[in-house]
């Protein structure tokens, strides 16, 4: 099973795509970024086409977002909000399924703690992944911690 | 020039699209629902589907969007701002630039007090587009109301 995850954001949203196994392997990661200066809604367009492409080239089998931190503030989690509603719709007109979970499920999945630090996060990324080094840029990583944490996941819950 | 308001909601979302002149006129307004019960990624879709229908069978100019209320919980403002999101991609999609307008802009547009209720709203749309009655559903006549501060406001405003 392929995985792909995503760490929306609204300047730079991270994908990674991993594959099932013993061990995972990481297939692909990056992140698209939007032009800070462009109207809002051609900055949620450019993400949207940015997904779909990832999402035609990479074939993931489900898509797991993670979802908005309940502890932003407002004008944050409006812009989280819109760029992780994209992630989702771009997700959901490819036909796939979609998981959410919360950044604590995430870190705890990885780590076993849900309090872990980005740095903890992105090492056990690497560690799990059998890579030399944490992924970069960390929207990256982020990203493929959130395919792991759907692998792990997976079995015990439903797929939405 | 023909302006589509749309105030947007995960639940529902109402759309209405003027005609600039003297006086203006209703061309159409209608409501957008989503099953709660389905996945968000699938509510999210249908969304976007059908705002997407609506702006190719209307062929509005412009499309004017309200923006999130910065005085609403952070949960609502999740929800609202993946709505809004998808809206804003839905124009961008089809070609429309969008112009983004606050509640208390749209209100003061209309009727001159930016702490203006929703009835006042409603009384003041029917009586600027020359119709018997407020439209119905409110979420439909809240779009008209946005599609006509657009028209009041775009010769001011630069639109995006």
Known sequence: MFVMGIDPGLSATGYGVVEGGHPPTAMLAGVIRTDPG???AKRLAELFIGLTQVIEESKPDVVAV??????QNLQTAISVGR???VALLAAARAGLAVSEYAPTAVKSAIT???SASKKQIQQMVARLLRLEEPPRP???AD???IALCHLRAAPL???R
């Open 157 to 159: 819950e439903r797929v």
């Open 83 to 85: 760029a992780s509603g």
């Open 38 to 40: 462009a109207p809002m």
């Open 112 to 114: 076993g703690d849900g």
């Open 138 to 140: 960390a929207d990256a």
């Open 143 to 145: 990203a493929l911690a």
């Open 66 to 71: 993670e979802s908005v931190f309940t502890n």
